[in-house]
T-cell receptor, first 114, second 111 residues
Framework: DTGVSQDPRHKITKRGQNVTFRCDPISEHNRLYWYRQTLGQGPEFLTYFQNEAQLEKSRLLSDRFSAERPKGSFSTLEIQRTEQGDSAMYLC????????????FGSGTRLTVV | GENVEQHPSTLSVQEGDSAVIKCTYS??????FPWYKQELGKRPQLIIDIRSNVGEKKDQRIAVTLNKTAKHFSLHITETQPEDSAVYFCAARGRGDQFYFGTGTSLTVIP
């Protein structure tokens, strides 16, 4: 598979629980991004990595959110103590820094907090 | 940071007609402008992009124009087909490496 993979596709969780999502980028892409998309809105930037370094974080990324990319390959996004407002589609994307180009998005993880 | 506005939010056209979606951006340092198509329940997919050193780019029925002075760019779809129905997002790459997306345009092509 040469695309960006995300797991799981859907996650339903109770408020207050912790959840973790995984993203596997395109293998030759060294940049990895996390975005959040709510219904009727465009994707909103959360954070991005170049290799294993987290280079930028949005103010949207509260202290309940943490992202890692320990070996510069796959990444995880964890949300602690989930709230109903966290319900959204979480999109991962990757790109190569060598060329100015658009992202390749994964299929996303749809989170529903009940 | 960058602010991208997109209009209209919904657009209905008859099959075969043209569709135009417009976006404005605020940061004059933005240098790359992709357009994404998102079908219901699916990932956004890049359909065309334009760099700040180019005024227009065309790919079959899709074209994008950029006016750097006015800080706006537009997507043009000609000879629309029902399969063009989707939500379209414009985006701008600002000073950092993140993209700022518009709020989307829901395009419906009526057969």
């Amino acid at each position: 598979d040469t695309g960006v993979s995300q797991d799981p596709r859907h996650k339903i969780t109770k408020r207050g629980q912790n959840v973790t999502f995984r993203c596997d980028p395109i293998s030759e892409h060294n940049r990895l991004y996390w975005y959040r998309q709510t219904l009727g809105q465009g994707p909103e930037f959360l954070t991005y990595f170049q290799n294993e370094a987290q280079l930028e974080k949005s103010r949207l990324l509260s202290d309940r959110f943490s992202a890692e990319r320990p070996k510069g390959s796959f990444s995880t996004l964890e949300i602690q103590r989930t709230e109903q407002g966290d319900s959204a589609m979480y999109l991962c994307a990757s790109s190569s820094e060598r060329r100015l180009a658009g992202y390749t998005f994964g299929s996303g993880t749809r989170l529903t907090v009940v | 940071g960058e602010n991208v506005e997109q209009h209209p939010s919904t657009l209905s056209v008859q099959e075969g007609d043209s569709a135009v979606i417009k976006c404005t951006y605020s940061d004059s340092a933005s240098n790359y402008f992709p357009w994404y198509k998102q079908e219901l329940g699916k990932r956004p997919q890049l359909i065309i992009d334009i760099r700040s050193n180019v005024g227009e780019k065309k790919d079959q029925r899709i074209a994008v124009t950029l006016n750097k002075t006015a800080k706006h760019f537009s997507l043009h779809i000609t000879e629309t087909q029902p399969e063009d129905s989707a939500v379209y997002f414009c985006a701008a790459r600002g000073r950092g490496d993140q993209f700022y997306f518009g709020t989307g345009t829901s395009l419906t092509v009526i057969p």
